[in-house]
């Protein structure tokens, strides 16, 4: 079977299996119904599910105490006295 002019023709045999007529011309011949290779029509349907989730969430509170720390200085202050003896190398003068 091949295929021509969008008809399905099997080697001079039509569809029922007989053998195919002559075509129609203009002294009134007629044919035999032609039995077209079938079309396949396609139809896209989209099916739409909603699932849920369940997402458990847990807060955790996190407390951050901050102790800034300065340091004032206090100053003291002592007071030395040293005693150094000079004495001249000439006693008698």
């Known amino acids: 079977m091949f295929r021509t002019n969008n008809r399905c023709v099997d080697n ?18 007629m044919c035999d119904p032609i039995v077209e290779c079938p079309c396949e029509r396609i139809v896209n349907r989209e099916f739409c599910h909603q699932v849920q989730h369940i997402q458990p969430i847990h807060t955790r509170i996190i407390n951050h105490h901050i102790y800034n720390h300065s340091f004032v200085p206090q100053y003291t202050c002592c007071e030395e006295n040293r005693i150094c003896h000079v004495y001249d190398q000439n006693p008698c003068c």
């Open 12 to 29: 001079n045999m039509n569809m029922e299996g007989g053998p195919m007529q002559q075509p129609m011309t203009f002294s009134g011949m």
